[in-house]
């Protein structure tokens, strides 16, 4: 019932722009602070960028700070992360989360790859 689907990966030159989503469906989308995470195979998955249900007050990596923007639309339960001037190092995979108190659901991921 619960979904979170993440698209807008893909390959991507240094210096280059992705938007990624987060289409959500079954559950209060408006309740739930939506979360951008990555994680590169080996490594603990990294927050990268979260923002409140309201969707007015968000907070970034310092990895990812002024590059990086967090948004959110109701109307279409869907959480967006804008990427842009990707450097090499923000190749991952990509995972959106919801989360309210004790409540978190994950997506399946989208995996960015920025190569020259």
């Known amino acids: 019932q619960v979904q979170l689907v993440e698209s807008g990966g893909g390959l991507v030159q240094p210096g280059g722009s992705l938007r990624l989503s987060c289409a959500t469906s079954g559950f209060a989308f408006s309740d739930y602070a939506m979360r951008w995470y990555r994680q590169v195979s080996g490594h603990e998955r990294e927050l990268v960028a979260a923002?409140?249900?309201?969707?007015?007050?968000?907070k970034y990596a310092d990895s990812v700070n002024g590059r990086f923007t967090i948004s959110r639309d109701h109307a279409k339960n869907t959480a967006y992360l804008q990427m842009n001037n990707l450097k090499l190092e923000d190749t991952a995979m990509y995972y959106c989360?919801?989360?309210?108190?004790?409540?978190?659901?994950w997506g399946q991921g989208t995996r960015v790859t920025v190569s020259s």
């Open positions: 923002i409140s249900s309201a969707g007015y007050n968000a």
């Open positions: 989360n919801a989360v309210r108190a004790g409540l978190e659901y």
